[in-house]
């Protein structure tokens, strides 16, 4: 199974808990990414990786009215959720499958493209820059987010999952983190490389905190460490789970809640 077969299994499994387990996390990530894209009524919007919907939603609403939004994503479990959503909101999107590598659409065709935690899943994120830039019109705008730094108390809930890890997993554990992804600048790089310009970097910290072990347990699955936890034996798990119990209660904030505190950057870009 290659990298993009991988994903897309991956996503059908967790599309259905994804982003529904009461933990905000994608939604705040996704919301800043649009208000630093600053869409407007009328613009074409492109949302690369739209899962189910986290910039989507925010993004038909800031376009109308005349505007329009597609959304492509490699998995159709999660575009099916992202089709449920898009109705029960009375918005519109045109949303299809589709690859992040090489969206198959016409060129300059967008006044924007967004992707919200996207590019270290993709095994050559400069070229998929690249193929972004040339659906833009002149002076287009693209924006990504991306991880930075989290709470220190946090390594240790990271560290009993690390000897777990597929070999082949792209994902924030391993590529989302490393090389351009270890740097505002090289993030910056990575857009200037492909062909942008005026490109800039924009953070802010997300506080994630949960309820209770159980609730982080039931978020763990439901988002791309599903696919760590699958790869640990079944007779293992009760074990591992067990040992990140123990870690999560060295978290805990001065109001005793279990958690931590996520750095992004937003890295936005234009097409000359």
Known sequence: MDQRDRIR?????????YDNVGVDYFQPIARRLVDELSPQPGERVLDVGCGRGAAL????????????????????????RCRDMVRDAGLEADLRVGDAMSP??????FDVVASSLVVFF???????????????????RVGISTFGDYSSRWQAVEAVFDP???PAMRDPRTTGKQGPFASDEGVEGLLADAGYVDVSTARCTIPVRFVDKDQWRDWSWSVGLRAVW????????????????????QTRDDDGRMGFDQDVRFTLGRRP
């Open 57 to 80: 939603l925010p993004l038909a609403q800031r376009v109308r009215p005349g505007g329009s939004v597609t959304g492509i994503d490699l998995s159709p479990g999660m575009l099916d």
């Open 9 to 17: 299994s991956l996503f059908d499994r967790v599309a259905p808990s």
């Open 104 to 109: 198959e659409l016409p060129p300059e065709s």
């Open 122 to 140: 993709l095994p050559d994120p400069s070229a998929a820059l690249r193929s972004w830039r040339d659906l833009l019109v002149a002076g287009g």
């Open 164 to 166: 777990y890890i597929p």
């Open 230 to 249: 699958e790869a640990i034996d079944e007779g293992e798990r009760e074990d591992v789970r067990a040992r990140a119990y123990d870690a999560l209660e």
